[in-house]
């Protein structure tokens, strides 16, 4: 996600749109298919950048009461303040959270834009960190661990007291 658009955007109120098409940058620790897609403008507003657009992309989650893996979409528009900082700079980012109340993220890499960074930001913040595989996922029982949605659980039953049978249909 490099581009050699510094030209086009090292003028104050200069703007430029970019498609996005590309695999998703590496760190997010969550693993997705296919490619991050979408768009993103960029806006020179003197100092800093704003960057604003869509993007989507597919991840591969674990289900949380199943625990089987399935795809979850992911797609967000988002507003994000940038700077012309070096993304490897580590001062890039205490300085800046020093001097505005929210730390703007760095785009250049050397005098090529880099939105790796702010992609891989983003997509870390909108995927969900928990999903269910489905809405009427039944998960998994907790003393033989089969998968409820394809198997039947071979558990014994206990013997309920009679008294407690309300008490054991409100758990139902």
């Known amino acids: 996600m490099r581009y050699d658009i510094r030209d086009k ?46 993007l989507e992309a597919t991840a591969i989650m674990e289900c949380g009461r199943c625990l089987e893996t399935h795809e979850v979409p992911v797609s ?42 702010l992609v891989r930001q983003l997509l870390v913040l909108h995927t969900p960190t928990r999903s269910l595989c489905r809405p009427d996922c039944r998960g998994i029982c907790p003393h033989c661990g089969a998968n409820l949605n394809t198997d039947r659980c071979r558990c014994e039953t206990e013997r309920v007291d009679p008294r407690m049978e309300p008490l054991r249909q409100l758990l139902q």
């Open 76 to 117: 967000f528009d988002f507003s994000e303040t940038c700077s012309f900082d070096q993304i490897d700079e580590p001062l890039s980012y205490t300085q800046v959270a020093a001097e505005n109340e929210g730390a703007s993220i760095p785009l250049m890499d050397g005098d090529i834009i880099d939105l790796s960074e």
């Open 9 to 54: 955007t090292s003028r104050r109120d200069s703007q430029i749109t970019l498609q996005i098409d590309d695999p998703v940058p590496l760190g997010t620790d969550i693993e997705f298919i296919g490619n991050v897609t979408g768009r993103i403008t960029l806006h020179n507003t003197g100092g800093e950048i704003a960057a604003w657009g869509h």
